[in-house]
């Protein structure tokens, strides 16, 4: 079988091998970038005549339902007016422009085959694969390869053949801070299927709220959601559209902490005496399910019972993350209980609870999943640990033969720049572990926790940078440089945005909705400059709950602000090779006279928009800061050293200007203390201020 | 009873009365304009501290979850904290900020009260309604009252009795030539619910597709849909939504012409042998329902016992419209049948046809309506007639006692501007009816035939136009001003995104789709200038299927486009004032710079851009009409009148232009072949080219 045989390479992880035809480099826009690729010259035209094939015994309805968006796509971009008949009959007869052929049907479980065979030449394409899975994903390569311009709709010709590094690739997707519409889910796994991702885990129960229908037990939706949960209907209609896309999707029931939402509904399960309410805020608190009475298991028996119907995937995720133990330790039963069982500390407990609840989930035909709390040792190897702690805690249950997924490093909540998330990989080649202890690290999970996002927002935190930790779970580890990352993601942001995905289109949006007006221009420069705050500050700065609104500036902003990035990575060349390059010294001076001047292009906007007010300070800050990089550039060009007290005053207003507003800080004033410092000559180079390691902002790799 | 005392004012047609205090004019943002508003001096301020309470028995669970909507809207647009507990507590009780009360339960049946009067008082806001649904529409007149400027969030005190003109303000929905996925309807329905519309009329059933799930007869949505239907768990989840909106659902299953998806699954009941399959081309088609076998009915029967179970509302829609009867004709039995009972025409048929399934629905307790050709004198009263021929049928019908409501003129498909809707009037003060007959108008419905439009355009096509048809449907028939009309819904057309409408922000991500590029600058000043083609024009330049691509500039394009109707209406000033103004003359020669330049900007872009070739030549006719216009202008400022030469060879190319490309039409021709007649003087009043009505572009009312 070809499929087969092409597997043997696949699995090899392999350098990325791009050829072209006398030594031209070709240059493609591939996310991820598969594990060989070999172009050559010359393009296939694509033309209103496009017809597809499907044959072999993996050409199934999802195969063709694959195929039928896969031309709607085609179409869409390229303009392209295709006969109704290329979308109606997918007939494997000669003519067809592109044959695809898949040997079996793709099951939805850890492991299974998703490679596939692309050949683009001059007489058509061939896409081969094992299953109808690795053609799907082969067809979204088509669409990342297509090509628009002078030359028409084309598609360059060359082989691929590819595969994925890790199984298990997954986006999690917290409906309980905040409900996600079933839209929202929608076009969320479309824009996985697009990366090649394949797990979407889905947080449904927290302390902020219960999310599912449950007809054994009504009380946990109708008093614990606000009557904001899925129905069942809903439910069967999310994992049908995902399994379509080949994606599995893992539920998860966050056990025995986090338990305001469950003990709202049924109080009689809790620790403690109550009463019990929707949990309105964000922190980690106090409510947890009592592990010592009977009644509990009976409770999650017959709900386990009825979500492992329900969801049909060989996982359920059980949480039981921050489970700090208060209300166990301030129960003299419980406590009893665990002396009785000489359990010294509330985790021994959560063990026992974990094991009653393994047993549950395993008579029920299911895997266990959890965070990292769910790990001791003597647990059944079936189990899987999901890592938020970090990877030596993955690596360590891996070395004792734990299945393990990565998710610290990928919790794209807290607005980390992408490549932080990029550089981070599940299995770095210094682990440590021997080749069998690596294959239990079956990938990752990039987190979208949903403190700070609402439906409005949310595609804008998980989109494009999501696209990169995609890469990261299924390219070869060698695929790591930054700048080609950044302008391939760039590309694959646009392409995203077919999908129906709303990152790019819904921030001029909130711009309007802000200013109530129409003329965006300054708003998206001072956009360019500033950030949300990291990682939990946002709730530190200010109270938030579940009501508050996320239409502020912070909101609107952008992750990993390019314009930003730009400049620091120019001023970091500049500090780095001196400052003889015109084009960086004209770059950098543009964008600091673009954000100087933009404060007074904002005068009457902020004076007519309250909702505007919190981001003045932050305006007024950008505008002294570039003043100050714009003096740095001019004693630069004069090469007469600023003097020590310009220095040092200077140093001392880019030192005020870190201080947040608006929940958002600003990006640039790393790169400008840099400049400045730079400007004073030698009295720079000993400056206190300017030893500061993180000016200009880190940006690995530049 | 406060709220019933109300309503006898308020029925009353009353032209709307604006006060403001020392003769100040107030301008508000009001669409549809209240039946009475009187604003006085003052605002009261909005603050993190607002509250709510409700009260009567009309304080329905429906109204605490639009109190709930209308909070997060208020809070999202402020960027006001409000507690949890302004979220969670509606209690009557002192000291909240806003008091609603309504007296009862509103019904969604034709006729309801709707009636609301606010006052805004510098103490407090009071909402007073007879049913909860006047109660609703309160709540978005305060939301467009909302004021964000240099006095922080306020709203203006004053007092606003309004009712509408009409019982019936519908927007049809065809899901059938484009299936629409739910999300589309339901943030639709949330828009009409913005400005007081209260019939969604769902066209599910047409020859391109039968679109919902059908228990009794699957084969109906398995074999006519490509599996795009909506299953009945949707249907009713829609209906609630819309429900919860003070919306009624009317379906509309097209018979007995439109029958192709019908036939499809279920051939049998075909006036002619087929074979049939679902249609992918738009026109009228010959498929039609055979009427004269029992088994028609015995189907329908079945079917409709079903449908009538599935929807709750009075009305069922069964089309009628359009059934050419050529399969009529040509089935000898038919004729037979025809002949025996004497039916000259194929319409005659088709009143038998109707009377046996209006003997159905009436078994089923449902109100039959349909297109103008279902009626005929002699049937009950109790049907509405929904006139898509115009208003004098309407009127006829009216006359026999007939109700009615129109859609002859709102037809929003065909992209006319908005002012020919707005000012198209379903019962003009001319119509000649009796205050008897005239009650028999029941209202309207814009209607969005779906031929040449897709999910990603679909908004922008209904919005922000169908406000300004709202407003004809709700607001007393004085309130005609253009001028303020484009104001408002300009203003109004921002606020109806924060429902989730994608009208204005897909346009940018299209415009990203077809250049492959960020920098949408002088795509968007080509749109300004260019419009889709009008009628069913579109078609015949370039036949389309149901598989069409609808991403192309024509797409992408307003119905509408501002900045040509500004152009338009300035130089209409200057044509009728002569050219003193010295604002207007900057103003046009602007836009024309603008326009004249574009071509040049987007040269490299239309090189590399292959989606975007059939739009070049507009173009290039952009750049050398605008030319023209400014050679004009510059005659016009010197005195020196141009040659009758000049004008005949600038009039020759100027009527070239009116040609359209990629299914468009560009808006200025008129204006701009009005500048050239005037640079020419005397010689231009004379000349044959000169005298076409229809320069510059009619804009009634200016």
Redesign the interface.
């Known amino acids: 079988m070809r499929a087969v045989a092409l597997m043997t390479i696949l699995v090899i992880v392999a350098p990325v091998v791009v050829m072209a035809g006398e030594g031209e480099s070709v240059t493609f826009d591939l996310m991820p970038v598969p594990a060989h690729v070999r172009l050559g010259e010359g393009v296939l035209e694509i033309n209103d005549g496009f017809s597809v094939g499907l044959t072999g015994d993996g050409a199934t309805p999802r195969l063709e339902?694959a195929t039928g968006r896969f031309l709607?796509r085609l179409?869409?971009?390229?303009?392209?007016?295709?006969?109704?008949t290329?979308?109606l009959e997918f007939e494997a007869r000669g003519g067809v422009q592109m044959m695809i052929q898949a040997a079996r049907t793709g099951k939805l479980v850890v492991g299974e085959d998703e490679s596939y065979q692309l050949e683009v030449a001059a007489d058509g394409i061939r896409l081969d694969s094992e299953t109808d899975l690795g053609a799907m994903h082969g067809l979204e390569t088509v669409l990342q390869l297509l090509t628009?311009?002078?030359n028409?709709?084309t598609l360059p010709l060359g082989t691929i053949h590819d595969a994925p590094r890790f199984p298990w690739r997954g986006l999690m997707i917290d409906s309980s801070r905040h409900f996600m519409?079933?839209?929202m889910v929608k076009r969320n796994l479309d824009g996985m299927a697009a990366v090649k991702m394949n797990v979407m885990h889905w947080h449904l129960v927290d302390d902020q709220g219960f999310r599912v229908e449950c007809l054994s037990q009504p009380w946990l939706h109708e008093l614990g959601s606000d009557?904001l949960f899925y129905?069942q209907?809903q439910i069967r209609d999310v994992i049908d559209y995902a399994a379509d896309r080949g994606i599995r999707v893992v539920p998860e029931f966050d056990l025995p902490g986090h338990g305001s939402a469950w003990l709202t509904a049924y109080p009689q399960l809790a620790s403690a005496p109550g009463p019990y309410e929707i949990e309105?805020s964000w922190g980690i608190f106090d409510p947890t399910v009592n592990p010592i009475i009977e009644e509990t298991y009976t409770f999650l028996d017959a709900f386990f019972a009825e979500m492992a119907e329900l969801f049909d995937d060989d996982f359920i995720h059980i949480g039981g993350d921050e489970n700090n133990g208060k209300h166990w330790l301030a129960n003299t039963e419980i406590v009893a209980f665990m002396n009785a069982r000489g359990y010294e500390e509330p985790l021994m407990l959560q063990r026992y609870f974990n094991e009653r609840i393994l047993e549950i989930l395993t008579r029920y035909g299911k895997r266990m999943i959890g965070w990292d709390e769910i790990f001791q040792d003597g647990l059944p190897k079936s189990i899987v640990i999901q890592s938020w702690r970090g990877r030596e805690s993955l690596f360590e249950s891996a070395r004792l033969g734990y299945s393990g997924i990565l998710s610290s490093g990928y919790y794209i909540d807290l607005i980390h720049p992408t490549d932080h998330h990029y550089l981070n990989d599940p299995l770095p080649a210094d682990s440590g572990l021997t080749e069998e202890e690596a294959a239990r690290i079956l990938g990752g999970e990039a987190t979208m926790w949903a403190e700070f996002v609402s439906?409005?927002t949310v595609d804008s935190r998980i989109w494009p940078r999501t696209a990169a930790i995609a890469e990261r779970f299924w390219s070869p580890s060698s695929v790591r440089d930054l700048k080609d990352m950044y302008r391939r993601m760039d590309?694959i942001s646009?392409w995203l945005?077919?999908l129906?995905l709303?990152h790019?289109?819904?921030r001029?949006?909130m711009l309007?909705?802000?200013c109530?007006c129409?003329d965006l221009e300054p708003l998206e420069v001072l956009l360019g400059a500033i950030e949300p705050v990291k990682v939990y500050n946002r709730n530190r700065l200010r109270k938030?709950?579940?009501?508050?609104?996320?239409?502020?500036m912070v909101d609107a902003a952008w992750p990993d602000a390019a314009p930003a990035r730009e400049f620091r990575w120019t001023v970091q060349r500049m500090l780095n090779d001196g400052f003889s390059n015109d084009a960086d010294l004209r770059a950098a001076r543009r964008a600091l006279v673009a954000w100087r001047d933009n404060h007074a292009a904002l005068a009457e906007t902020f004076?007519?928009?309250?909702?505007l007010s919190?981001i003045v300070p932050m305006s007024t800050a950008l505008k002294d800061v570039s003043s100050i990089g714009l003096q740095a550039l001019d004693f630069l060009n004069t090469e007469v050293p600023a003097s020590e007290s310009w220095l040092e005053d200077r140093l001392e207003k880019l030192g005020a200007a870190r201080e947040s507003h608006g929940q958002t800080e600003l990006m640039i004033v790393g790169p400008v203390v840099g400049l400045a410092c730079a400007a004073a000559g030698p009295a720079g180079a000993k400056a206190e201020g300017c030893q500061a390691k993180e000016q200009p902002a880190a940006t690995d790799g530049y």
């Open positions: 339902r709607r179409s869409d971009r390229s303009a392209l007016f295709f006969a109704p290329t979308f628009l311009d002078k028409g709709v519409p079933v839209a009557g129905t209907a309105r439906p409005e590309r646009l945005e077919e129906g709303q790019e289109r819904n001029p949006m309007r909705r802000l109530q129409r938030h709950t579940q009501f508050s609104p996320l239409t502020r004076q007519t928009s309250p909702a919190d």
